[in-house]
């Protein structure tokens, strides 16, 4: 008996091993194991998965050090260590009876910012009618001298007021261009300006120092402008809105006329707002015409030495790039006719020679005409810091966002708005592609439907009325 319950236990042992052998081959088989509860000793030792971290783009290139393009500003002590203007640009005194100021947006690259203020003031604009709206959207960090020169942002307030003379007006955040050409109208308001002329930062200006008119006496740039400006205050000028000095490198804007079109369209920031601006002038019977006042180049870069837009007389030895002395360039045939007062010299078609060369190399740029833009990386720690990739990427695509903008207001992306009939009523009312046959086909059709509609309920109205 007890063997028989021995060899029960033992088959029973037996039968429940391949049971248990049987039920993990067909888990495994099945797949079904994957789905078993795991106790929570377990899940706690099974290590987490890995938490996924920040993947960074390649870091750019790096960039030259930035230096300081006036070194003789750099060491002054006051306006009269810096050099003198050439006696025949100086500015007129007394001052002209008419408001001349001048407005240079500032967002950043310093070099060409002071670059574009010292040749207008040896251009014989008065330095105190010059306004740089410092737009680097840094608040006071340069007011209160925070930001380095490396800093895009870096503007040098000390300087531009007490050795160049001008004034400095800080906008109280980064504008886009819309809302800076709106910002120029409102300060001209504030101010009870009738007219104000403003200059792009890229765009040196040089009196024509050849240019005599018959029977009067040279005109520097300044003058020039001026004599242009009294020109369209005549009352038998027409309803004018600006003038245009080498397109629109220096413009004279009649207050009025920007408010009564209601100012630029701040909803196109960047490129097509002045194409947006000017048609709405135009519409409205505003004039925009061409004018002359001098030499204004459009540059990426800065001369190394700004002392070089005060010198005149002969050449007499230029410094390269290295700081070396070199033997002068022999001028450009034919020789130059320097005029008895010391105008037109060599030294003068010397820096015409250069201001040229920077702007065919800015022409002929492969990788674009505005590099100058993000030319410098620096600022990293400061105040307002930015980087200067991202700060680039993101005014790309608010440019772009603009053109969608603009061509959702008229229908169509090409500038020439009043060619193709539209008028200042159309803006955001006209069909997104109205120009395309298949919209303006699906148009005619849509019209005709609604046509033959309005006649079946017509009909349906009358066989009422009679019945």
Not at 112 to 125: C, K, N, R
Not at 194 to 207: I, K, L, N, T
């Amino acid at each position: 008996m007890l063997l028989s319950q021995g060899k029960l236990r033992q088959s029973l042992f037996l039968l429940l091993l391949v049971l248990i052998l049987a039920s993990v081959v067909f888990l495994f088989e099945t797949g079904l194991w994957e789905k078993l509860p795991v106790p929570k000793q377990i899940l706690a030792e099974k290590p987490p998965p890995p938490k996924p971290t920040p993947l960074y783009k390649p870091k750019p290139e790096p960039h030259e050090d930035t230096t300081d393009n006036f070194p003789r500003a750099a060491t002054a002590a006051s306006p009269s260590d810096l050099p003198a203007i050439p006696p025949w640009n100086k500015p007129p005194e007394p001052h002209v009876e008419e408001n001349t100021p001048l407005f240079i947006g500032f967002t950043r690259n310093w070099r060409l910012l002071q670059q574009v203020v010292i040749s207008y003031i040896t251009a014989g604009w008065p330095s105190e009618d010059i306004y740089v709206v410092d737009n680097s959207g840094v608040m006071h960090s340069n007011q209160h001298g925070l930001l380095g020169i490396q800093n895009p942002f870096y503007l040098n307030y000390q300087r531009l007021n007490a050795l160049f003379g001008i004034k400095v007006i800080t906008t109280p955040t980064l504008l886009t261009f819309a809302q800076l050409q709106n910002f120029f109208t409102y300060t001209s308001l504030e101010k009870g300006w009738d007219h104000y002329f403003w200059a792009h930062m890229d765009s040196p200006a040089v009196s024509d120092e050849e240019y005599e008119e018959e029977g009067q006496d040279y005109k520097s740039l300044y003058m020039r402008a001026v004599t242009v400006l009294r020109e369209t205050m005549r009352s038998e000028y027409g309803p004018l809105a600006a003038r245009w000095f080498d397109y629109d490198r220096l413009s004279l804007v009649r207050t009025k006329a920007f408010v009564d079109v209601g100012g630029w369209d701040t909803l196109i920031p960047f490129y097509m707002t002045d194409c947006d601006m000017h048609e709405r002038l135009w519409m409205k019977k505003f004039i925009i015409e061409d004018a002359k006042a001098g030499l204004i180049y459009d540059v990426a870069s800065g001369i190394d030495d700004l002392e070089m837009f005060y010198v005149r007389g002969q050449l007499k030895g230029k410094r390269d790039e290295d700081g070396q002395n070199s033997p002068p360039e022999p001028p450009p045939p034919p020789p130059p006719v320097m005029k008895p007062d010391g105008r037109n010299s060599p030294a003068y078609h010397d820096l015409l020679k250069k201001l040229d060369e920077m702007q065919r190399s800015k022409n002929d740029a492969i990788a674009g005409r505005n590099t100058w833009q993000s030319a410098q990386q620096g600022g990293q720690g400061e105040p307002f810091y930015r980087d200067g990739d991202g700060f680039e990427q993101g005014i790309s695509m608010t440019m772009n966002f603009g053109r969608d903008v603009f061509e959702a207001k008229w229908g169509r992306g090409p500038c020439n708005l009043r060619e193709v009939g539209l008028t200042e009523d159309d803006a955001w009312r006209v069909v997104p592609g109205w120009e395309k046959e298949e919209v303006q086909k699906k148009a005619r059709e849509d019209r005709e439907r609604e046509a033959s509609e309005a006649r079946e309920r017509l009909k349906k109205e009358q066989k009422v009325q009679t019945e």
